[in-house]
């Protein structure tokens, strides 16, 4: 079964849930802490990927750098 990133609005907290896709689509996973049934997907940024106001100065060369650059943050 996948795994979904899911955000409990009562608890404020976010699980990594393993659940069928049925149960996802009809809202069928409980939170596990107060079992709320009305958890939200966290749709996360892709690794590297940064929110607009966040971005950080980036390597121009960071793609030859790779991971190991100095020059990003
Ligand atoms: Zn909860």
């Known amino acids: 079964m996948p ?3 899911l955000r409990c609005p009562k608890c404020g907290k976010e ?3 393993s659940a069928s896709m049925a149960d996802k689509a009809e809202k069928r996973i409980p939170c ?3 079992g709320s049934l009305d958890l939200q ?3 996360k940024a892709a690794p590297g990927v940064l929110k607009g ?3 950080a100065p980036e390597c121009p ?3 030859i750098c790779g991971a190991g650059c ?3 943050g």
Do not use: E, G, L, M
């Open 41 to 43: 997907t966290v749709y």
């Open 61 to 63: 060369n960071r793609h």
């Open 32 to 34: 596990p802490d107060c």
């Open 3 to 5: 795994f979904y990133d």
């Open 53 to 55: 106001s966040q971005k």
């Open 15 to 17: 699980y990594n849930i």
């Open 70 to 72: 100095h020059h990003a």
